[in-house]
């Protein structure tokens, strides 16, 4: 499975940041580690059934099955026990995982109305980029007649960051923007 965007990490944003920051090896360049895409099932955490059609619209969404996570202890002002389900993720790695950031960047996030582009204000100290969607009709795969309720999801993305020297945050962005990712003006 070729994928393009990890070619394109390869042969041309990994000598473009060293060139940018001064970095002597390519090892000390940030990459990819995951993309974790988390989804809450509060409405229908009684009902099995809906519980399994979201599992599988964001299994058809990510390519790879979607574990559904369990709570680890009740509350009580949420009513809410312990091992009730609560929301189903995926863990994208490797060739997976840059195909859906390229499907995210380039047919998912221009669906979105009104759109104008992504958050600056998603990075952690780590360097990490989280993006909220609240519609996952803004994916191809999924069908207006295929769920019940529209539900918004999460998506993380996990970059390692080796150089110590350099600001994580100023790093993560400068390889999200060489990517393709659409950043406010």
Not at 30 to 36: A, G, R, S, V, Y
Not at 85 to 94: F, I, K
Not at 111 to 124: A, E, I, N, P
Request: proline share 3%; with cysteine; hydrophobic share 35%.
């Amino acid at each position: 499975m070729n994928c393009f965007l990890k070619e394109k990490y390869r042969d041309e944003i990994v000598p473009l940041i060293m060139k940018d920051y001064g970095l002597k090896s390519r090892m000390s360049v940030p990459f990819l580690e995951k993309i974790c895409v988390n989804q809450g099932i509060g409405y229908a955490s009684g009902n099995s059934r809906l519980i399994a059609q979201i599992a599988d619209c964001l299994s058809n969404i990510c390519g790879q099955k979607a574990t559904v996570v369990k709570s680890k202890k009740s509350i009580s002002n949420f009513k809410l026990r312990a091992g009730a389900d609560v929301g189903c993720m995926v863990s994208l790695r490797g060739d997976r995982m840059y195909h859906f950031l390229y499907k995210v960047i380039s047919i998912a996030l221009p669906r979105v109305r009104d759109f104008s582009g992504v958050s600056r204000s998603g990075f952690d100290s780590r360097g990490n980029y989280n993006l909220g969607v609240r519609d996952q009709l803004i994916f191809p795969e999924v069908g207006v007649c295929d769920i019940e309720k529209t539900m918004g999801m999460n998506i993380s993305i996990v970059i390692r960051n080796n150089c110590k020297r350099i600001d994580s945050k100023e790093l993560s962005y400068k390889l999200l923007e060489y990517f393709g990712m659409p950043f406010k003006k």
